[in-house]
């Protein structure tokens, strides 16, 4: 899609989860990471709107950015360097991956905030309308009332290669290598290309702002 993502956008929300990352490197132990991501959650795991042959269908998940190609092979590779040093190690782990964040998924150089990645831990109603059409609306709120986003996007699923890596590998990162333990499998990423933004604040209330 032509054009910079606007600038309300990148500040409310890729901005500000760098932000929720940033305070991760200030916590001192995994109870306050704990917290900290408990308290944002609405920002880390926006709902994602389907419809197709598994009817109207939304549902949270959590989704990151992905960076870009020239950069995506060093990333995967960063990743499973952290998990293998820091598996098991709580805290330390954690603070591994916020570093990790900060200098790839939430750095403008590295990342494309129009595209964002997650896995699909299901084959339920999302993922029966994915197959079928590939559209997927995003909605995001900035709590308490500073902002909201309507992201239309094309969705492609992937089940191998470099993508399939990076998104499995991000959860892996900050979900399983602090506690040394494994609770599932790898699954499907999603990849989220952004088509179209619309500013759902109340203030604008569905104003066009991308592309």
Same mark, same amino acid.
């Given at each position: 899609m032509p054009g910079e993502p606007p600038k309300e956008y990148i500040d409310l929300y890729f901005l500000e989860r760098r932000r929720i990352v940033e305070a991760l490197l200030k916590a001192k132990g995994m109870d306050e990471i704990s917290d900290l991501i408990y308290k944002n959650s609405l920002l880390l795991a926006? =709902?994602? /709107? =389907?419809?197709?042959? %598994? $009817? !109207? *269908? /939304? %549902?949270?998940f959590m989704l990151s950015f992905m960076v870009k190609e020239e950069y995506l092979e060093e990333a995967v590779g960063k990743m499973k360097t952290i998990i293998d040093e820091m598996y098991g190690k709580g805290w330390r782990a954690m603070l591994e991956a916020a570093k990790f964040l900060l200098d790839y998924v939430y750095n403008l150089e590295k990342s494309d905030p129009l595209t964002l990645v997650s896995h699909l831990m299901s084959k339920g109603h999302t993922y029966r309308n994915l197959v079928d *059409? $590939?559209? /997927? =609306? @995003?909605? @995001?709120? +900035?709590?308490?009332?500073? $902002?909201?986003?309507e992201l239309r996007t094309r969705?492609? +699923?992937?089940?191998?290669?470099? !993508?399939?890596?990076?998104?499995?590998?991000? &959860?892996?990162? @900050?979900?399983? /290598?602090?506690?040394?333990?494994?609770? &599932?499998?790898?699954?499907?990423?999603?990849?989220? &290309?952004?088509?179209? +933004?619309?500013? *759902?604040?109340?203030? #604008?209330? $569905?104003? #066009? +702002?991308?592309?």
């Open positions: 926006p =709902t994602v /709107a =389907t419809c197709g042959p %598994a $009817g !109207v *269908n /939304a %549902a949270p *059409n $590939g559209r /997927a =609306t @995003i909605s @995001i709120l +900035i709590p308490p009332d500073r $902002g909201a986003f969705v492609e +699923i992937v089940e191998d290669g470099l !993508v399939y890596e990076y998104a499995n590998l991000l &959860h892996d990162m @900050i979900h399983v /290598a602090p506690e040394g333990e494994r609770s &599932h499998p790898w699954y499907p990423a999603l990849v989220f &290309h952004v088509e179209e +933004i619309y500013d *759902n604040s109340f203030q #604008k209330l $569905g104003v #066009k +702002i991308y592309p």
